[in-house]
């Protein structure tokens, strides 16, 4: 498929309107949970909210200017040098939703493990409310390296176009699950990412950190050992809040983090490992970091992981 044929198909293929729909549907979702809280007075951070609307419009308008074209180009050499060919039927779209799916798990499992990639993912986990507009709060450059994770399905054989939409669709299925409204849903919760489910993965408490990592399926977790039920109540946020509802600070305050951790650095190889290693490693000659106690079951929690 050339360059000029993948473009058509981001301009006229029928699939799009149903990522137009799905889009809508989020959309009103939210408008609606913000109208039940302002109906209801629940307690909500209204300038958390704002500031998570206005990193969405930041974020859409630079995928549309610019980082939804570095996606395309940068998959297209791989799309070109594999001799694999997938073609584009209803079966392969549901091969490509599954398989964008467990690409879906590995991409969020490395966001947390990995500090410059925790420099964007971050950005979703800083907000202390839990309400839909939460899954509004993404970081606005992360399109310019997240398509790197979808070399692999270019690689076996599916297309740019198909590739990028079905992960689209994984990331929009995800808007619903960001609210305390919807309580646990029993055998759901043990098959498909849920409410409950991702309130857990939103927890700073020690026991949920670093679980539940999967889009639609949760069972990529079960598999692969990062699965826990919500079972006490859930402290949203950083372990380490950020206290701004600043969009630009939200967007890039980790990002500054990891640039004053480099310039204390004594050698590259340390600096290589602020900006690539953990979330937690800093070399031994660093001052020591002052820990958060969560008081909810008062055990000592990393200052940076989420």
Known sequence: MSLAELTQLFESANVLKYVEYFFIFNLTLILFEILLDLITSKERRWKDTGANI??????????????????????????????????????????????????????????????????????????????????????????????????????????????????????????????????????????????????????????????????????????FGTFQREEEKVIYGLTKNIHTNNPIKINFIEYQHIWNDIKKCQNWKDGFRIIFGDLVWRPDYFPPQKQKINIQNSEKQPNENQ
């Open 54 to 223: 206005i990193t969405f419009i930041l974020r859409n308008i630079l995928d549309k200017l610019i980082l939804g074209t570095i996606m395309v180009l940068g998959l297209m050499p791989f799309h070109q040098l594999t001799p694999l060919e997938i073609p584009i039927n209803g079966w392969t779209w549901a091969a490509a939703l599954l398989m964008a799916d467990f690409t879906y798990y590995w991409m969020h499992r490395l966001e947390h493990e990995h500090r410059i990639l925790w420099g964007n993912h971050s950005v979703h986990h800083s907000s202390e409310d839990y309400n839909l507009s939460v899954s509004m709060r993404l970081c606005i450059v992360e399109g310019a390296i997240e398509w790197i994770f979808l070399i692999p399905m270019i690689l076996i054989g599916f297309s740019p176009f198909q590739a990028i939409i079905a992960l689209t669709f994984i990331a929009q299925y995800q808007t619903w699950i960001h609210t305390e409204r919807i309580v646990k849903l029993g055998w759901l919760d043990e098959v498909f990412n849920t409410p409950s489910v991702h309130r857990v993965h939103h927890g700073s408490n020690q026991k949920y950190l670093d679980k539940n990592y999967g889009g639609v399926l949760i069972l990529w977790d079960k598999l």
